[in-house]
């Protein structure tokens, strides 16, 4: 089949194995390090030949900048001719699925084959430039970076559709938010990365939402992570992307992702959030209050309940983030980063306190229901008093989530300990 080496991935795939070595050169070359560039296909027979071509063509430049060239396709199961065109291609490596798997699991396939010390990966169908390769291996060459995503959003010459232009920006100040580092493509499918990046990067999901998950967990992991601008180029025939089904499965992706390595981000934005409607309810009820108005009608009523809610919700989900945050460090054996803009998202230490808060709510609410009760007892309308009475079960509640938070991070910090102390005790450390 022409001059490409053909390799068959049914072994591989079933096994999780690869005979390819982990790090190594291409034929001929004993002291440049080769950049392995991964495409994977799934029916594009009418636009990889030309990436291929444009891939070969960048192959000088590449040896400028001191890398030599390995070029593999994953054929992910295509029914179109994509393998046979990919097949009589010259200078590369056909590594073919029997069924499709997904655009990650045909990457993840590409990575256990090729031999380069940098890998990189761009899509079939034209979209991305191959000329632009050398500029992205440039900071991971200077050790500046252990991934280097070429970033559409940058370029004015890019072309991306506007449904996209407008998914990607949402995504990216999602991941810019909750993982404090600015991101302006989450889900680029052009990037360079080291190898030794990977065990890091592992484990990657097998469908589309390959890119964002990757550029999640390289921002919680700690990588060097460094967007440069490419232009993008309106692919050559049907897209494969359905923006809502796989727009939702991004938002899942990044957020369970996100969940994994710093629950407080995303727990404590909503806790956050509830507690600020809750307390501008407040203030603009005991306003009415002051003011005179003593009936609060249907929907005051119902503003109170609320307000009642979003209180005891934000509370428990900043506290169920906090705690999330201490079983995670538990897991990773690492501090967490809680960082909002470069500032701590709650104080440092923060959650020490929530004993010592929990009782005094727990107290101040049990005082403020006793009080009414008191009053209701001399003479006053309950009338009078169910307002307040609704206030101290919310504060009660409160200062329970927040003292039952306290136990579970003592038990937690307890484990801990004793953790290290085993292995203090073993002479493992």
């Not at 994953?74 to 200078?91: A, Y």
């Amino acid at each position: 089949m022409g001059e490409s080496e053909i390799r068959n991935s049914k072994f591989e795939i079933r096994n999780g194995k690869s005979d390819a070595p982990d790090v190594g050169h291409t034929k001929g070359s004993s002291s440049a390090p080769t950049l392995s560039v991964v495409i994977p296909a799934y029916n594009e027979h009418d636009a990889i030949g030309a990436v291929l071509e444009r891939i070969r063509a960048a192959a000088p430049r590449l040896a400028e900048a001191g890398l030599a060239l390995e070029i593999l396709v994953v054929d992910d199961g295509s029914c179109d001719g994509t393998r046979e065109l990919v097949g009589q291609q010259p200078q590369v490596t056909l590594v073919c699925h029997e069924r499709n798997q997904g655009y990650g699991a045909a990457i993840k396939t590409g990575f256990r084959q090729a031999r380069g010390q940098y890998l990189a990966f761009l899509d079939a169908d034209g979209t991305y430039p191959p000329e632009a390769l050398p500029d992205l291996c440039r900071p991971l060459l200077a050790g500046t970076a252990d991934l280097v995503i070429g970033c559409r959003m940058g370029n004015a010459a890019s072309r991306m559709p506007a449904v996209r232009r407008i998914g990607n920006t949402a995504f990216a100040l999602l991941l810019t938010l909750l993982g404090n580092a600015r991101v302006r493509d989450s889900a680029s499918g052009m990037r360079v990365l080291d190898r030794a990046a990977l065990p890091t990067l592992y484990p990657l999901p097998d469908g589309l939402n390959f890119t964002p998950v990757m550029s999640a967990r390289a921002l919680y992991e700690g990588l060097r992570m460094v967007e440069v601008p490419i232009a993008y180029e309106e692919r050559v025939g049907e897209s494969k992307l359905h923006p809502l089904r796989d727009g939702m499965r991004f938002l899942r992706s990044i957020v369970k992702t996100v969940m994994t390595y710093n629950p407080v981000r995303p727990l404590g934005l909503a806790g956050t959030a509830a507690l600020v409607l809750a307390g501008l309810y407040v203030l603009v009820l005991l306003g009415v209050r002051l003011s005179g108005v003593t009936s609060l009608g249907r929907w005051g009523t119902l503003g109170v309940f609320a307000a009642l809610v979003l209180a005891v919700s934000g509370v428990s989900l900043l506290t169920l983030g906090a705690t999330f945050n201490a079983l995670v460090a538990f897991f990773h054996r690492r501090p967490v980063r809680q960082g909002l803009f470069g500032r701590p998202f709650l104080p440092p230490g923060l959650e020490r306190h929530f004993g010592w808060a929990g009782l005094a709510a727990i107290g101040g609410g049990v005082a403020l229901a006793g009080a009414c009760m008191v009053l209701s007892l001399r003479g006053w309308d309950m009338l009078r008093l169910w307002l307040y009475l609704v206030g101290s079960a919310g504060v009660i509640l409160v200062g329970v989530q927040l003292l039952v938070s306290w136990l579970l991070m003592r038990v937690m910090e307890g484990l801990s300990k004793r953790a290290a102390e085993v292995e203090e005790d073993m002479g493992e450390r």
